[in-house]
């Protein structure tokens, strides 16, 4: 199975401020049709999942552009701009690329 | 708008079996995939299995193989999953979520509320 990492697992941020989650995985996501196939979602507390980034570094219906996704291969990174209180959760990357889909151990921003 | 309602909590025994539904709404149910992943507590997300509303076809992750049954009744938009043999390791929310497909498989996008499994002796 492809192994997900992240980095860091817990992230203090300040409202205002940006911050950025990165993931590695153990090997290259980028399929031959030239998309990677990393998700990205969030689980804000007592919530499901919710997917923000599809494809390395587009955005999902609804998610505000403050958001992005970036990367390429075995090296992404998640990016706020600047971080709203409504941001806090726990982070995960997922890839897609090959069965099983396997996820990131989860990064978890709240507010300093 | 899209929404997947997942049934109610369940208190098992070990060596039994859970069967957990998923009704989905908002989009045409056959055009897209449901996908299975558990969170035990404490661990992170766990891919179980997906399945393709149009057709039924399967595809399990190797660790439940043997113990895990995803269907679907299209009639009904509903989507099942069926764990057997549970033990205590299996306590864990089960969330069923919507599969966009693109070129090589499918990939959650909307999810359920999840359901709590408590297995128990």
């Known amino acids: 199975d492809i192994v997900m990492t992240q980095s860091p697992l817990s992230l203090p941020v300040t409202p205002g401020e940006p911050a950025s989650i990165s993931c590695r995985s153990s090997q290259s996501l980028l399929h031959t049709s030239g998309y990677n196939h990393l998700d990205w979602y969030l689980q804000k507390p007592g919530q499901s999942p919710k997917l923000l980034i599809y494809?390395?570094?587009n955005r999902a219906s609804g998610v505000p552009d403050r958001f992005s996704g970036g990367g390429s291969g075995t090296d992404f990174t998640l990016k706020i701009s600047r971080v709203e209180a409504e941001d806090v959760g726990v982070y995960y990357c997922?890839?897609?690329?090959?069965?099983?889909?396997?996820f990131g151990p989860g990064t978890k921003v709240d507010i300093k | 708008q899209v929404q997947l309602v997942q049934s109610g909590a369940e208190v098992k025994k070990p060596g039994a079996s859970v069967k957990v539904s998923c009704k989905a709404s908002?989009?045409?149910?056959?055009?897209?995939?449901i996908h299975w992943v558990r969170q035990a507590p404490g661990q992170r997300l766990e891919w179980m299995g997906w399945i393709n509303a149009a057709n039924g076809n399967t595809k399990y992750s190797q660790k439940f193989q043997d113990r895990v049954s995803i269907t679907r009744d299209t009639s009904a938009s509903t989507a099942y999953m069926e764990l057997s043999s549970l033990r205590s390791e299996d306590t864990a929310i089960y969330y069923c979520?919507?599969?966009?497909?693109?070129?090589?498989?499918?990939?959650?996008?909307?999810w359920g509320q999840g359901t709590l499994v408590t297995v128990s002796s």
């Open positions: 908002g989009y045409t149910f056959s055009t897209y995939a």
């Open positions: 997922m890839q897609a690329l090959q069965a099983p889909p396997t």
């Open positions: 494809m390395g570094s």
């Open positions: 979520a919507r599969g966009y497909y693109y070129a090589s498989g499918s990939s959650p996008d909307y």
